[in-house]
């Protein structure tokens, strides 16, 4: 009976995935004992460890961090720069035979993404074999079930765990430094289950330009004894969102991880954060995302339930789930794995510091006992780094080993899921295809979003010849997305219209993103698997456009599509002469739309060999057109951000910087220098976020000391985008003079988010305001947005009579006398079931074509002398008149607060302009088919005036 119960308890042991306690001494092999005593003198409280990460073994030939750094992670008041990190993970690969080490990539600033795969060597010498396993595996239209039951049975998961996504998080690397040193050279049975059953993937730090700047500005701090600067920049363009770029994929650190999750079919992903207390391990409180394979909700579940179990089991408090995260936006990095129907998921750790917090309190809300958090975290405990090493590691391990342990079970979960996404695609219950047709207006808009796709990894091919299919009709040359390939989770969670439920719990991020919707582009969805067996060639490489010039003649037209890169043709050419058509006209047996490019006398051969690189179509005649018109002169350029918050400014730059588009970058502070008039005919002020009152301020002059954000000796990391000596005080009263100085004498002030509230609160764009609605919710959603003027500038490019628009709650603007508050009650609830599509959710069609065709008048200047007209506010675009049309994708509560409220506004000031936007031209690398609303306002910046408002 004694032996029958032994044996029962590793037989549990074994379900559970952890070995029993005894076995996980480190006795047999030697151990470091000075790092041990610091692992202990360092934690500040004794319940935050386990047995797996309260010693270290020593090694003779593999240097630890102790012999390496001259501490131990999770030593107070000290952080390691990723550059130094990346020196010791090539040292432990060069002294032990359990690591390999690789680049993955460089950042916008050309320092190193790396990795260090970690596994017994016997595994590591069949690294590229196992890699052409997992791709078998993701491929069950290659793979029989039979090979795939062979691979599974031999194949190792790869667990790729990355950290140092958000600069000011900055545990997860240290965590990761001691971790890799462990699972390379302890030699317990949990440890080596791990090392013989999986391959683990390490990338410490994902925005390496961040790590760097964080660390220098701690050092800082620490060596002068004066107040730190703030982490104004983490990457080169943004710092929070860098964790929102997996549907966008603009930044160097998305896209080599995404190449990574190509190449290698990671089984897990899991990415380290710093957010609650003490570690949140993610599952997600819902809704969850509806194109996710239902086995994917179960793993988070799953692993989650044993990190919580085995840590509650070991009387760690705080590690718990559920309660936190909703599982819903497709935007994180971790969800590069999910969409690629691997595994993703993450932590969340009580921050690292890596000072040391005596009686830190929490509030009562996260101490509570509930189902999903079985021993909660203290109402008051000593905190330091060491503790977060320790719990965040200890979880991390129990994790590896639960996906060693059930080794096959991973593999086959993602087999299955593979292979149940190209099973949707045969059937006819799902969606068979997705067809986007080439002959679009913007043709180069629609290339980019085919080649992101691509980039992606989701197979697009090509029609062979004319067909239709499910009621579809195709074209030879559109392309077609097949529904029978696995990535087809990617194509229906990017392109679906999604119904965020209202009454669900407030979500974590935005609630729609449909891409074909923010790209303005057509997308057409097929039900028919017949579609499958029509004739179509699958691209092997990226969309190349075609340009040039057709026809002969001294006058070259190009009509203005909404392709972004006809804001580079302006700045690419800024000596060339340009018109902009003020109305739609005919010319050649072409029809050209209002905006669209005039350039007379061309030297053909220089415009032609821009137009070609750019892939932009242009046409040769011999006569200019007779139609209204005016030059688009290139304007001289200020961009001006805050010393506050650059977070949402970075996506206007990037925009700037893809397209070719010349700025001079400074802060808040230099405006009171005034000026501005004489260096500049266009000030771009994106959103700084915080109030109008906050913008305004700046950062606040307490203390005597300066705030410098410069490249030193000390901080070499910092400046390079902008530099200063000190940072404080912000815009001011006087600054914001100086900004209404500027726009009366001529310039053109572009502003979007609480530039427009602060403009408005501030009355400098009169005749604006802005309302804060108390029964409006909304977060990231897309909205219908109705031109209310075709004929302004900021309008050319865009047919028909309305555009989805992004919009997130603020701001609310109104044009006239500020409006009543809007009275409660009458609210818009969605239906509580995602995507079940309710009334609230409209569709979204075209309106009337573009007015006709112009007279030939050929200006519409001012005659000398005239009287000024009164200068009022111009609407653009609103929100459409009845609240029930407003929502296009995503989560709209109380919807009649948007009623015909403004989403751009022209707002003429003595000779300049002010143009405003409600909505976000540039969100994320996300919005691409809004970009011109905002180039609009570059290219025709000394011409906003013109045109045929309607009368009010």
Known sequence: MKQLRST?????????????????????????????????????????????????????????????FGRIPGTPDELTYAKDIQRYYQELARTSPNARFWTIGKTEEGRDLFVIAIADKATL?????????????????????????????????????????????????????????????????????????????????????????????????????????????????????????????????????????LEWHPTVLHDLHEAQSYLYTSTGSGPY????????????????????????KRGVPGVWTYGFYDGWVPNYLFWIALTHNSFGRFYEVQTYGPDIRKGLTLPATTTSREWYRPNPPLPKIDWGPRNHVNISQSGLLFALNKVAADRELYLENYWLKNRRAVEAGRSGEA??????????????????????????????????????????????????????????????????????????????????????????????????????????????????????IAGSGSTILINHSGDNELVSLRFRLKGVKMLAAEQPFQAGGRSYAAGSFIIPDADRAAVEKVVTELG??????????????????????????????????GWWRAALDRYGIPY???????????????????????????????????????????????????????????????????LGLDGLAELKKFVEEGGTLIGDGSTVEALADYGVATGVSVTRPTDLYTKGAIMRGVFADKTSPLSYGYEGGELPIYFSQAPVLSVGP?????????????????????????????????????????????????????????TIMQFPAKAETILLSGMLSGGEALANKALIVDVPRGKGHMVLYALRPFWRWQTQGNYFLGFNAILNWDNLGVGDPPKP
């Open 818 to 874: 500020r409006p009543a508050p809007t009275p409660p009650g009458g609210r818009q609830v969605q239906n509580i079931t995602p995507n079940a599509v309710p009334a609230e959710i409209s569709s979204w069609g075209s309106e009337p074509a573009r007015p006709k065709a112009a007279d030939g008048t050929p200006s519409t200047a001012a005659a000398p002398g005239a009287k000024p007209p009164v200068q009022k506010p111009r």
């Open 125 to 261: 010498d069949r690294l590229e074999q196992n890699k052409a396993d997992l791709a078998a595996l993701a491929d069950p239209r290659r793979t029989s079930e039979a090979d795939a039951r062979r691979i599974i049975g031999t194949a190792k998961p790869i667990y790729w765990v990355t950290s140092g996504v958000h600069s000011p998080e900055t545990g997860g690397p240290e965590t990761l430094v001691e971790t890799a040193f462990r699972l390379a050279v302890e030699d317990t049975p949990f440890i080596r289950k791990i090392r013989e059953n999986i391959i683990t993937f390490i990338t410490p730090v994902v925005e390496v330009d961040g790590r760097e700047r964080m660390v220098d500005t701690f050092y800082y701090g620490k060596k002068t004894g004066k107040p730190k600067p703030p982490m104004m920049y983490w990457g080169k363009y943004v710092a929070h969102d860098n964790n929102r770029d997996g549907l966008g994929q603009y930044l160097k650190m998305t896209q080599h991880l995404t190449e990574g999750v």
């Open 431 to 548: 969606i068979n295809a997705w067809v986007i047709p080439a002959a679009q207006t913007a043709k180069l808009n629609v290339i980019d979003m085919v080649n992101t796709l691509r980039r992606q990894g989701v197979e697009i091919s090509r029609a062979d010849a004319g067909f239709s299919a499910g009621g579809v009709v195709v074209a030879a040359g559109d392309y077609v997305i097949r529904g029978d390939q696995p990535y087809r989770t990617l194509v229906d969670m990017y392109t679906s219209v999604q119904n965020y439920p209202a009454s669900n719990p407030r979500p974590y991020d935005d609630t729609g993103w449909t891409m074909q919707y923010m790209r303005n582009v057509d997308l057409k969805t097929v039900r028919d698997p017949a579609i499958l067996q029509k004739p179509m060639t699958l691209l092997t490489t990226d969309v190349a456009p075609r340009g040039g």
């Open 664 to 730: 001079d970058y400074f802060a808040d502070i230099k405006v009171r220098e005034g000026g501005l008039r004489q260096k500049y005919d266009v000030i771009i002020y994106p959103t700084v976020g915080g109030s109008a009152q906050d913008m305004v301020a700046g950062v606040p002059k307490d203390g005597a000391d300066p705030i410098p954000y410069k490249r030193t000796e000390l901080t070499p990391n910092l400046g390079g985008i902008d530099e200063a000596d000190d940072i404080r005080g912000g």
């Open 8 to 68: 029962a308890l590793w037989a549990i042991a074994a379900a559970l995935a952890i070995q029993p306690v005894a076995a996980q001494s480190p006795a047999a092999q030697p151990q470091d004992a000075e790092y041990g005593a610091l692992i202990a003198r360092h934690l500040q409280d004794k319940r935050i460890t386990t047995e797996l990460v309260d010693h270290m073994p020593a090694s003779d030939t593999v240097p630890s961090p102790l012999k390496f």
């Open 289 to 312: 995302n509806v194109s996710l394979d239902p086995i994917q909700s179960q793993e988070w579940w799953l692993l989650a339930q044993t990190e919580v179990m085995e840590m509650t």
């Open 616 to 649: 932009i179509s242009g046409q040769a005649v011999v006569r200019a057109p007779t139609v209204k018109s005016h030059e688009l002169t290139a304007p001289r350029i200020g961009y001006l951000h805050s010393w506050l918050r650059t977070q949402d400014e």
